[in-house]
């Protein structure tokens, strides 16, 4: 039991990052972490590499979905009885509806509830506990960094210890960027993470910026360990000041 105990305890050192996780033999990359990253011995230099580089990308990512809500917004802000319905305006709202499975083609709300951001401090704090601070074999031979599953082999590569009853695989992406798109949408859609579009959109009304510390209590399906999974986050963002990730975001882009 004590040892264990001590297992448990130097995993969640790990995650935390706390300490470093061993070393590795890299013989080829895909497209995710440059080469130079894995060769950091010191804990804080490549934790600040970490969160700078995921940062870097997230922030990007949110830009994208920021434009699609800003379309929305201005689509359904005017007369949308003048719409065209041969347009290519039309068109892309149609698509947008469909992308984020919106019911009511001209309910703005529904969209701002599923077109937002994620938090930096989320998004990285996440990015670090499924990807083992980038250093899991799914980032390197897939540029997976969010533990995306799929069901279709075709797209993905076989875990090496899946349960015999299980049949998932874990989704292959071309880049570390698509790997955190796929990742947004997946929050901003999926109906698991209801709780957190609801939060973000509540914070949204009451002219409060989305808060990564508050919505990472809401990614209770995100895990298997459930409220444990939620605890990790919390501390793994005060522990790591994440928060000022999302200060940094908001500052630059108003």
Known sequence: M??????????RKLLLGLCLFGSFQIHSF????????????DINESKNYFFNHMY??????NNRVKSERRFVEEVLGSNILNIDFDSPTFYKLLSIKQKYKIKNI??????????DIVPPSLAIAQAAVESAWGKSRFVKEASNIFGHWTYN?????????????SSHFIRVFSSLKDSTSAYILNLNRNLAYKSFQEKRYEQRINNKQPDGLTLSQT???YSGIAHEYLVILK????????QEYDNRYYQQNH
Do not use: C, H
């Open 2 to 11: 004590i040892f264990l105990k001590v297992l448990k305890e130097k995993a």
């Open 56 to 61: 870097e990308i997230v922030a990007k990512e």
């Open 30 to 41: 895909g497209n995710g972490f440059p080469s130079e990253y894995y060769e950091i011995s």
């Open 153 to 165: 082999e075709e797209i993905g590569i076989l875990p090496k210890r899946r349960n015999i009853n």
């Open 235 to 242: 501390d793994l963002i005060l522990l790591n000041n994440l």
């Open 106 to 115: 001209y309910t703005l709300y529904e969209y701002q509830k599923k077109i």
């Open 219 to 221: 990614m209770l399906n």
